[in-house]
């Protein structure tokens, strides 16, 4: 960590169409690790969330407990942020979500607080297809607690005092496509060309979108013989896709794109590009992308980038069949029936 | 078969008796039982039901206890029932031990009754019901149905009730399916005309109309709670099904689709979420209060202990949050579907580390109407939970109480809550700052400003402008801050209510929720026998100055509650620093709601001590 957060900025920094810098996403300063990966996946979220032009307070910074869950700290401080207790940060954001539809939901958890304390609440906020962005920064440890193996730490990875994970790794991208996840997306923290895109087509998709991150701890598990180092995640890595987020403004160009390539578009007409390393991968097919994945593992591969997605689908507010209006700006003339609507309730409890 | 002797016949009674059926869960019964009950509602006679259920779908054995009395007292009576409707085998041996000397055992006496079961002080009146109901409908399902209608008709004939009265509830509860009032009509009339075939004349507990029900409804605490959240400006329902609690949801719901959905686009205005869990219901609750709408969630004991760790966070980040607890009987699984009020601690206490909680204690279905509706405005106003306890007894059975009433020209307090013109005028804002000395802070919601007023909510400990510190001065000044808040309470809670108030008698009791009832009954009593007594009922928690006023003015103070521990009185005397032995208890917490006689019982050796003695009864009730 650093105890000192320059002023400086370059003149000349860029400036979205609302005319804002990068700036006016930052947030406070990290007391992370030097080197965390999860630094850099804020970063990342800074620079994905400016360049969709979305205003910093029109976001929600939702979180559990855990090294993963602080980050909301350092990004978006004009965002207001909620660091809630430990695996119940899906909760949370499902009461915040429905109280207030026009927000922009971005959760941010970890391997402890998703795959193991908050697995219930994982598992049922897919179910609901909530409209949210799901970020797992995982690094297969607790980091706060010292570097003791996470549920998905893999089977056979080392730990830092030497000891092999005896237990099988829960696989979150697998899970997620196993309950209908709309989104699934995998990447690294060390490759933020893959992480922003895919930030940003997962903020446009309407539904709940997980991108499950590999962000190793440079502390606890970054040495040989540990599955969640950079060395390791590096040597495994292999893009299924390539992603690229494009805005419904922007035309699509084909020129840098190499190989086979489809464009998935989005509910509001932005979409996503996608350059593929196999032609055959269908990334709206969820039992190829289940099968692609399986094969992956097998070959002791890392598959990242967008994995499935399901452009048009009811996300939790159409299945609760509420307004356009957030509940919560309803004011007391709808939601009070009065004296009158009274009188005749009790006339029927007579 | 007769029995051996002639048992004594009652003294004819009208208007005060207990009748108690006996039938066989999930037999379709209860819909006959609570015709029989509104049907002596609507000829204007005091009259309280209770359910006596198993935790079973089908088959085990159920009781729908009717006390009726025209001196309007709406406790359970207790001891033996005057008529017991026996109409399930397996029970009987008990049911018929549970009627009064001189009692009615009214059964279905197709097949013969077992010798062992007879008595000879009580009078056995059989009616063929499963002969009858077979040879008038041909369908199993229906014969079912329709012998539960049709004892209820022969008890028209037997105790006198109107007819019309019956007829009239038919028409209502079918008024959606016409096709079905005229067989139940004829099923109640075959009832009616075979008990005046098989009985010369009708028993000596008789009903007769009554005036006491004007401006009375009938209803049940949890439905009246759901109805107080639609009206409260409730969003957002967050629920995980638990007995006894799960109809405060389904009757939120059901009163918000009547009442709350858009007639032009269909839409909702409000979302009910089953959630996955207690842990989950209590999270997405905070989550929705957190970011301005209003919402709660119902649960039982159970749920209150998986709950512990949320509300700690909101008590300590200070978010409104509002918690319905329907209590059971506790600890663990306990008896699911029998009463008590024995989550007073853990929720007053609820959460790890120095943490208090709102609690309120309503005692009718008009007091779970009103005060659910408050439970917004106090958790809004002082941003903490509030939990409002009620209990099997209140939420699950159909009480008379006042009509409901709701004036219009009250607006919800939405207490601190800063908008963007607010936030321009402040230089700096702090969201946990004591700006006006009543230690309640301002707060902001998410997409409130572009550029001021967001903060990080969080569990740890922070400054007054919510920057994480892990100084010891700040902390304590918060928690300091949050005692000024906890101080400030009272101002917004309900007042205890003393309603036998003189100056000349020297033994106080205080009460609250459902042992209201039963300890006014228990107060006349007193007075009868010359020792008249003075009550309070206790409203709130954290507890108002009432509460000690009236203990330093009674030489002998005894708190009645419906729990093993003293709960309340623990509370009572942690809180106000009341010396214990100042403290008597009558206690009842054998799963069924407190009587009358009981707490008559209970208060026998306080009153033959005097003031300054300690003495505590607790009994296995009969």
């Not at chain 1, 540990?226 to 893009?239: F, G, L, N």
Request: charged share 20%; hydrophobic share 35%.
């Amino acid at each position: 960590m650093s105890f000192f957060k320059p002023n400086f900025r370059h003149p000349e920094s860029p400036k979205n169409t609302l005319g804002l810098t990068t700036r006016a996403y930052e947030g406070g300063i990290s007391t992370l690790c030097a080197g965390c990966g999860h630094d850099s996946i804020s970063a990342a979220i800074m620079q994905a969330v400016w360049g969709l032009n979305i205003e910093p307070h029109r976001i929600a910074k939702m979180s559990g407990i855990g090294c993963s869950s602080k980050s909301p700290n350092y990004f978006l401080n004009k965002a207001h942020g909620f660091n809630s207790v430990h695996g119940r940060m899906p909760s949370v954001t499902t009461g915040a979500n429905v109280a207030n539809r026009e927000l922009l939901y971005i959760g941010v958890s970890g391997d402890g607080d998703t795959a193991s304390i908050g697995m219930g609440q994982f598992a049922h906020v897919i179910r609901r297809n909530l409209n949210m962005m799901y970020l797992v920064e995982n690094n297969g440890c607790y980091g706060l607690t010292k570097g003791q193996d996470s549920a998905t730490a893999d089977a056979g990875s080392k730990n830092k005092k030497g000891r092999i994970n005896p237990f099988e790794s829960i696989d979150l991208v697998a899970l997620a496509l196993d309950l209908g996840a709309t989104f699934v997306a995998r990447s690294f923290s060390g490759d933020k060309e893959q992480l922003i895109p895919l930030m940003q087509a997962a903020m446009t998709h309407k539904g709940f979108a997980l991108i499950d991150i590999v962000s190793p701890c440079v502390t606890f598990n970054n040495h040989a013989g540990s599955t969640k180092s950079y060395d390791y995640t590096r040597d495994h890595v292999q893009a299924g896709s390539v992603v690229d987020f494009v805005p419904v403004a922007q035309e699509i160009t084909l020129d840098q794109i190499q190989g086979s390539t489809q464009n998935v578009e989005l509910h509001n007409g932005d979409s996503v590009r996608l350059s593929k390393l196999s032609k055959d991968y269908d990334p709206t097919d969820r039992g190829h992308a289940i099968r692609t994945l399986l094969e992956h593992k097998a070959q002791d591969k890392l598959m990242t980038g967008l994995i499935y997605i399901e452009p048009e689908s009811d996300n939790f507010h159409d299945t609760l069949n509420i307004p356009k209006t957030p509940l919560n700006s309803l004011k007391e003339d709808v939601l009070c029936p009065g004296k009158s609507a009274l009188t005749s309730i009790n006339e029927g409890l007579r | 078969m007769s029995p051996s002797s002639t048992p004594t016949t009652l003294h004819a009674v009208t208007n005060d008796f207990v009748v108690k059926f006996a039938n066989v869960n999930g037999s379709g019964s209860a819909s006959a039982n609570s015709m029989f009950a509104k049907a002596i509602f609507r000829m204007g006679i005091p009259v309280s039901p209770r359910n006596i259920f198993p935790s079973n779908i089908q088959g085990a054995p159920t009781w729908y206890e009717v006390r009726i009395s025209d001196d309007g007292y709406l406790g359970r009576r207790g001891g033996q029932v005057e008529l017991m409707v026996s109409v399930n085998p397996q029970s009987m041996a008990q049911d018929v031990e549970d009627v009064c000397p001189g009692g009615y055992f009214f059964y279905d006496n197709t097949y013969p009754l077992d010798f062992k079961l007879i008595r000879d002080d009580i009078h056995y009146i059989g009616l063929p019901l499963t002969q009858i109901t077979n040879s008038n409908f041909d369908n199993p399902r229906l014969q079912q149905l329709f012998k539960n209608i049709i004892y209820v008709g022969s008890l028209a004939y037997l105790i006198g009730i109107e007819f019309s009265a019956l007829e009239g509830i038919v028409s209502d509860t079918f008024a959606k399916k016409p096709k079905l009032i005229a067989p139940n009509v004829s099923a109640l009339q075959l009832g009616f005309d075979e008990a005046k075939k098989a009985f010369s004349e009708p028993l000596p507990l008789q009903l007769k109309r009554s005036n006491k029900n004007d401006r009375k409804v009938l209803l049940e605490g949890n439905a009246a709670c759901g109805l107080g959240a639609v009206f409260g400006g409730a969003t957002v329902c967050a629920w995980y099904p638990i007995t006894p609690s799960t109809s405060v949801a389904e009757g939120f719901e059901k009163y918000a689709k009547q009442l709350r959905v858009n007639a032009d686009t269909g839409e909702n205005n409000f979302a009910v979420i089953q959630a996955e869990d207690e842990l989950s219901a209590i999270g997405m609750v905070i989550g929705a209060n957190w970011n301005g709408a209003r919402s709660f969630t119902a649960t039982s004991g159970p749920g209150v202990s998986l709950m512990q760790e949320f509300l700690g966070l909101a008590y300590f980040a200070e978010v409104p949050a509002v918690l319905i607890d329907v209590q059971r009987t506790g600890p663990s699984t306990g008896m699911p579907t029998r009463t008590q009020q024995s989550d007073i601690l853990i929720s007053a206490y609820a959460s790890h580390g120095d943490s208090k909680q709102i609690l309120l204690f309503p005692a009718t279905p008009k007091e779970c109407f009103e005060l659910t509706a408050d439970a917004f405005d106090i958790a809004d106003r002082l941003q903490t939970p509030v939990i409002m306890l009620t209990d099997l007894d209140l939420g699950m059975n159909e009480h008379i109480c006042d009509e409901l009433e709701w004036d219009d020209s009250r607006s919800y307090d939405r207490g601190k809550v800063l908008n963007a013109q607010d936030l321009e005028k402040i230089e700096r804002f702090g969201r946990y700052l004591d700006v006006d000395g009543d230690g309640i802070p301002y707060r902001t919601v998410a997409g409130t400003h572009a550029e001021k007023g967001a903060f990080f909510t969080r569990g740890t400990s922070r400054d007054e402008y919510a920057v994480y510190t892990e100084k010891g001065e700040a902390y304590q000044r918060n928690m300091e801050r949050l005692e000024v808040k906890w101080a400030t309470a009272p101002k917004y809670l309900p007042k205890a209510i003393e309603t036998r108030r003189d100056e000349a008698n020297s033994l106080g009791v205080i009460h609250f929720g459902t042992s209201l009832e039963a300890t006014h009954e228990t107060l006349d009593v007193l007075s009868k026998e010359g020792r008249p007594a003075n009550d309070l009922r206790i409203l709130a928690f954290p507890f108002g100055d009432d509460v000690k006023a009236f203990i330093d003015k009674h030489a002998q103070v005894v708190i009645v509650e419906q729990n093993r521990d003293a709960q309340l009185k623990s509370l009572i005397v942690n809180e106000l620093q009341i010396d214990p032995n100042r403290l008597h208890s009558v206690l009842h917490y054998n799963g069924d709601p407190i009587s009358a006689r009981q707490i008559r019982i209970g208060l026998e050796p306080i009153l033959n001590i005097s003031a300054g003695q300690h003495a505590q009864t607790a009994y296995e009730a009969s």
